[in-house]
């Protein structure tokens, strides 16, 4: 009993949070649409009950709020943390403002693969020993990294102050970037589903082996029954979009048959349409580029996996519509992730 007591308080004050963030939204200026992507969206959406708060004011300016792309996989070893760095610096090349963020709160190693000594953590960030401005880096690629922290607990566990530490950073990044990429952790902890119900999209990455398979699979059905837990339902203002993109791959047929017998078993037993993300070759440049500690893209351009990398940062792009005016009426990465930590 008074556990249950614990927790609602504690919901209650978190709540409250929110909604001094949480401001009337002026009348929103007409833009021009950018060109869609010809595939079917699929449209997880929030219901009024568990809507996310609208974007915080500063003074009377709204904050602007950049696209948030979890990139997420079952299981270790797939390349996912690769994928994530060196779609930063894609991203970045198509002229985006980009935010990697190390959201793997056990064994962070961005900064590893980016040959970067980190000057804090987003450990430091949740103790209140630096700010997410001072242990942001700009990352040989032209991105900028936020480390994350190994061993950090989980987020759901820390106190008010730690947590509010960490949202008030978060908010930071949304006014300075146009996307942030979340290079989650491996497999389905509180954490990875926390940043994927935060996200605007939720990239899952695997390989051909029938064990990645296996556990990519796990992931789409943990995502899929978070998002209806929490009264997911179709409508086309808030789209939650889950898209693949298939690593290692011998070649494109291979790629091909992987992405078809996963978005079947997807849309047969849990309901859910994965997009094509596309695909990541198999490259003997990728283990030389982590070697190097350097991404792909910057010491190996024109390999084969650098030129599918940037069709996939294309594709997600035009998927998220990067192209079109700021939406001033989305709520940022810090009050959708913390509306999302009061329910787990």
Known sequence: ?????????????????????????????PSVPAPRLDRRLPTFNLADADAAPRAPMLGAQRVRSARVIAVASGKGGVGKTNICVNLASAF?????????????????????????????????????ARTIEEITI????????VPGAGGLARLAD??????????????????????????????????????????????????????????AYGLLKSVAMAFRHRGAVLAPEQRQIIAMCINQARDRAEAASVLKRMQGVADRFLGVRIIDAGWIPEDPAIPDAVRRRTPLLVCHPKRPASQRLRLVARDLRNLLELTTSEDLDRPGLASRLLHRLIRL
């Open 1 to 29: 009993m008074t556990a249950s007591i614990t927790h609602e308080d504690q919901a209650t004050r978190l709540r409250a949070m929110i909604e001094q963030q949480a401001a009337p939204a002026p009348a929103r200026q």
């Open 92 to 128: 970045a090349d198509l002229g985006c403002r980009t935010v990697l963020l190390d959201g793997d709160l056990g064994l962070a190693n961005a900064d590893v693969l980016c040959g970067i000594n980190a000057r804090g953590h987003l450990g430091h960030v949740i103790d209140g």
């Open 138 to 145: 700009d990352a040989p690629g032209g991105f900028r990294l």
């Open 158 to 215: 820390i106190d008010d102050r730690r947590r509010t530490q960490l949202i008030e950073g978060l908010a930071t990044l949304d006014a300075d970037a146009d996307v942030v990429i979340v290079d989650c952790g491996a497999g389905v902890g509180a954490n990875v589903i926390a940043f994927t119900l935060a996200a605007d999209c939720t990239l899952a990455v695997t390989t051909p082996e029938p064990t990645a398979m296996a556990d």
